[in-house]
């Protein structure tokens, strides 16, 4: 379910990037950071959402994730089409 919900958050905020860390702000109070993660990069890794990191010039941490839905997102989310490890709720 954790898969959806990262999905379904970032087709509300579409088109606009999404920083990592706010991703996990919004999950973090029911899910553990690590299983976000995973699953936002099983997300990237099926083309689902894109990453794109980019730098940050004078901090210590100079680089940070951004996140994006993709169109086959969107479809996904819209029922076009199925991905069985990532059920969609029926409305």
Known sequence: ML????????KRLYPRW???TEII???????????IKRD????VDKGYVERKEVEIPYRTYNLKNLFKLTPLGIDLLECRIK????PI???
């Open 3 to 10: 898969r959806y919900e990262i999905l379904d958050y970032l």
């Open 18 to 20: 999404v920083e990592e």
């Open 25 to 35: 702000s919004v999950f973090y109070q029911y899910h553990k950071v690590s299983e």
């Open 40 to 43: 936002l990069y099983y997300l």
């Open 83 to 86: 991905d069985p490890a990532i």
């Open 89 to 91: 709720p029926e409305e």
